[in-house]
């Protein structure tokens, strides 16, 4: 059983920074692609970024320039830098792991970005 934990959620005025953790509990493997997807309210759940085991990345055009994907292979680990927030980002940020044809998700943590 592989549980995703995330961290690092909260408040926020527009212009500021978070940064957003995700490790993986139990017994986990060595995930192809780790990544965030985000869902704001009304809305459907959108890709925000996502890494490969070897370090490619991919990120919405949304947040190009401001937002930074990284992760830690040996603690099977993903990590989002989040800066200049602005309210539009406002949602629950979930992490995703992909092990084909496995794929896991965290309970999502909420990102608010105040005006």
């Known amino acids: 059983q592989v549980q995703l934990v995330e961290s690092g959620g909260g408040l926020v005025q527009a212009g500021g920074s978070l940064r957003l953790s995700c490790a993986a509990a139990g017994r986990r493997p060595s995930f192809n692609v780790m990544g965030w997807y985000r869902q704001a309210p009304g809305k459907q759940r959108e890709l925000v970024a996502t890494?490969?085991?070897?370090?490619?990345?991919n990120y919405a055009d949304s947040v190009k320039g401001r937002f930074t994907i990284s992760r830690d292979n040996a603690k099977n680990t993903v990590y989002l830098q989040m800066n200049s927030l602005t309210p539009e980002d406002t949602a629950v940020y979930y992490c995703?792991?992909?092990?084909?044809?496995?794929?896991?998700w965290g309970q999502g943590t909420q990102v608010t970005v105040s005006s």
């Open positions: 995703n792991a992909k092990y084909p044809p496995l794929n896991f």
């Open positions: 890494i490969t085991s070897g370090g490619s990345t």
